[in-house]
Nanobody, 121 residues
């Protein structure tokens, strides 16, 4: 499956952004989807994941209550709504696909190219 992330940009602290990840190729609805992020000089870290049906979702503790992951299977798209953004959310955000929902980077087989999110203070 090919993944294309978009929606990043520059936003002030407290603002919002919505990231999108469009999938093509293999059947999108068969895959659980995740969002990861990587800040300069840091490891790529888990942000959120959603099951293939959309009924289960996991979040990193630091984004709980601020970020929401969702998916639209007919549109082959997964979203990450990010509210009350903080400067520490600044990173390149990646979407990824896996056969079973997971918060482990190693579990994901397919990756998008990343979209930059910058939060100014």
């Amino acid at each position: 499956v090919q993944l294309q992330a978009s929606g990043g940009g520059l936003v002030q602290a407290g603002g919002s952004l919505r990231l999108s990840c469009a999938a093509s190729g293999r059947t999108f609805s068969r895959y659980a989807m995740g969002w990861f992020r990587q800040a300069p000089g840091k490891e790529r870290e888990f942000v959120a994941a959603i099951s293939w049906s959309g009924t289960s979702a996991y979040y990193q503790d630091s984004v709980k209550g601020r970020f929401t992951i969702s998916r639209d299977n007919p549109k082959n798209t997964v979203y990450l709504q990010m509210n009350r953004l903080k400067p520490e959310d600044t990173a390149v955000y990646y979407c990824a696909a896996t056969e079973r929902i997971s918060n482990s980077r190693a579990s994901y087989d397919y990756w998008g190219q990343g979209t930059q999110v910058t939060v100014s203070s």
